[in-house]
């Protein structure tokens, strides 16, 4: 997706990938307990982790343990990435809880979010050039991964700044392209996330006039499993919580060997470690397995995927027959559901990060 292609390009991918999901999901057939898991991932420091822990054999530690291979894929592009795990390429991926709900969830692909990984405390922001107000963004147009956590943070901005989304022009560009396009002197205003964010701050005259730090707990990013397949390897999600609280456990240490995981995550990122710590000193890092439950019982978190799910029905991005908000199910520890429950397609599961707290994998 180049810079300024509309929303139709990538509105066309989501609903491909999403009738890709619903006409294998109409299969009824549930799968068969298997060993071989590919698991997405796409460049941003609070999934770094991911492969950091593939390239230090953390990875193979704990699929041996149950007997299992994971392989974690690099997808350049993060779109492509959900859109390749809805499609039934990926048995997993890393995703931002609006882009879960809205790509696989909204197409019919049950959808399990097992480890809740952080939330962006600063990682996603708007800027501005020439300008620190975000009241002068009113009447621009603005590059971002239109339909994404970016245009949700615009809209979440704008509504701060008493401004309706109709207040300026989204340029539909992707999330490989973004600092490239910012560096002309015709892109004026622009959402992005890290790493590309980092790089665009530093662009002459540029502000950054709102982030996720100002909605702290909006952005979640997650990683997701098919249910289908979890239910029929839950040691799957054993091995997948393992490998993540291991590597929480040795990225935090104020150590040789903390130090040496986080740049070899900077190097992975493309990235010098310096500004790699930066990026996580915004990226909210649930390292213990207890604040992750804890975070996903909250009712703040139904308060987060009402406002989530209320944005992206108004955007239509829930398909032409979805005909309210409600259209698309979530289900929450304890036995929440949002929305319809005869179509719950987006679950938050505690269970797997219940059993690290325990010590229990």
């Not at 390749?84 to 197409?107: E, R």
């Not at 993540?244 to 900077?266: C, F």
Request: glycine fraction near 8%; charged fraction near 20%; include cysteine.
């Amino acid at each position: 997706m180049l810079t300024g292609v509309r929303n139709a390009g990538k509105i066309a991918l989501m609903f491909c990938a999403m009738l890709i999901a619903s006409c294998s999901s109409s299969e009824g057939e549930a799968p068969e307990p298997r060993t071989e898991f590919d698991i997405g991932w796409s460049i941003y420091a609070g999934w770094m982790p991911w492969p950091y822990a593939q390239q230090a054999g953390i990875v193979d530690k704990w699929a041996d343990k149950y007997g299992l291979e994971i392989n974690f894929v690099q997808v350049n592009d993060y779109v492509e990435s959900v859109n390749q795990y809805t499609a039934g390429k990926l048995d997993g991926v890393t995703v931002a809880n609006m882009d879960a709900l809205t790509i696989p969830a909204a197409g019919g692909k049950d959808t399990s979010a097992i480890i809740l990984g952080d939330y962006s405390n600063g990682n996603d922001g708007i800027l501005l050039k020439g300008s620190n107000n975000l009241a002068d963004i009113r009447g621009r147009d603005v590059n971002l991964v239109e339909l994404s956590v970016s245009h949700y943070l615009l809209a979440r901005g704008l509504e701060e700044a008493g401004m309706p989304l109709t207040a300026v022009n989204t340029m539909n560009t992707a999330d490989a392209d973004i600092a490239g396009a910012f560096t002309s002197d015709e892109v004026t205003a622009a959402v992005a996330w890290n790493p590309q964010l980092a790089t665009m701050k530093t662009a002459p005259n540029a502000n950054m006039v709102f982030s996720s730090a100002d909605i702290p707990g909006e952005i979640v990013d997650l990683l997701v499993v098919d249910t289908a397949t979890l239910k029929a390897n839950p040691n799957l999600g054993k091995a997948l919580a393992g490998i993540w609280y291991e590597t929480m456990a040795l990225m935090q240490q104020d150590t040789p060997e903390g130090r040496e995981a986080r740049a070899a995550m900077a190097r992975l990122a493309g990235t010098t470690p310096d500004v790699f710590e930066d990026q996580l000193s915004t990226t909210y890092l649930y390292a213990d397995p207890a604040a992750a439950v804890e975070a996903t019982r909250s009712p703040s978190l139904v308060e987060t995927m009402t406002r989530v799910r209320d944005f992206s029905f108004a955007q239509g991005l829930f398909g032409q027959g979805a005909r309210s908000a409600d259209a698309v199910g979530m289900s929450f520890p304890g036995g929440t559901v949002l929305g319809d429950p005869n179509n719950v397609t987006l679950r938050f599961d505690d269970s797997y990060m219940q059993m690290a707290a325990e010590g229990a994998l």
